[in-house]
């Protein structure tokens, strides 16, 4: 099992320009979920799914879209994005009732 | 509100030193507690966690937590700490094992 990936590694992006954090994981876990993590602050919750087709916001989902149409992938979408996004972004996973969320090795995205 | 404190941003300690994180959180409900690890550059790792039963619990790497309901904590210690033990460490707590609140961390350095 590769377990959660998540590409790509580092991102600059430009002020308003658009990208999307892709994450896939192979455990066949119904939660997903994505943070952010900024100096000082530890890990934030993005948005969240428990299945396909089914996502919510966590604690900071402005200027963040998810969408879920498979089991494995999670991709967080970027719209418009802005420096006040520059930080580490995670994926993770976990199932229903599970012991430990995994997560991935981040991405490092820079807004200039 | 639903929040977990890190009260120490930063310890250093000698190598074979024992070692005390302390978190204190609040949260309304039975909480799911965990503590995280993250070496530089790196992603988060679950050394240990409680979800009910005893409260004094086992992690890996020779840690261990115990859980005051009284005191809403849950600290993290280790015995005897090693060089590698170096890096940062997170507290969280949340409903489940998905959807965590984490705390703002603690760096832990540690000298020969």
């Known amino acids: 099992n590769a377990g959660v990936t998540q590409t790509p590694k580092f991102q600059v992006l430009k002020t308003g320009q658009s990208m999307t954090l892709q994450c896939a994981q192979d455990?066949?876990?119904?939660?997903m979920s994505w943070y952010r993590q900024d100096p000082g602050m530890g890990l934030r919750l993005i948005h969240y799914?428990?299945?396909?087709?089914?996502?919510d916001q966590g604690e900071v989902p402005n200027g963040y879209n998810v969408s879920r149409s498979t089991t494995e992938d999670f991709p967080l979408r970027l719209l418009s994005a802005a420096p006040s996004q520059t930080s580490v972004y995670f994926c993770a996973s976990t199932t229903k009732g599970g012991n430990e969320q995994y997560f991935g090795p981040g991405t490092r995205l820079t807004v200039t | 509100a639903q929040s977990v404190t890190q009260p120490d941003i930063h310890i250093t300690v000698s190598e074979g030193a024992s070692l005390e994180l302390r978190c204190n959180y609040s949260?309304?409900?039975?909480?799911?507690l965990f503590w995280y690890v993250q070496s530089p550059g790196q992603g988060l790792q679950l050394l240990l966690k409680y979800f009910s039963g005893d409260t004094l619990v086992q992690g890996i790497k020779g840690f261990e937590a115990e859980f005051k309901r009284s005191q809403s904590s849950f600290n993290l210690r280790k015995p005897s700490v090693h060089w590698s033990d170096a890096a940062e460490y997170f507290c969280a707590v949340g409903p489940y094992t998905d959807k965590l609140i984490f705390g703002t961390g603690t760096r832990l350095q540690v000298f020969p």
């Open positions: 799914s428990v299945g396909a087709g089914i996502t």
């Open positions: 455990m066949n876990h119904e939660y």
């Open positions: 949260y309304g409900a039975t909480p799911y």
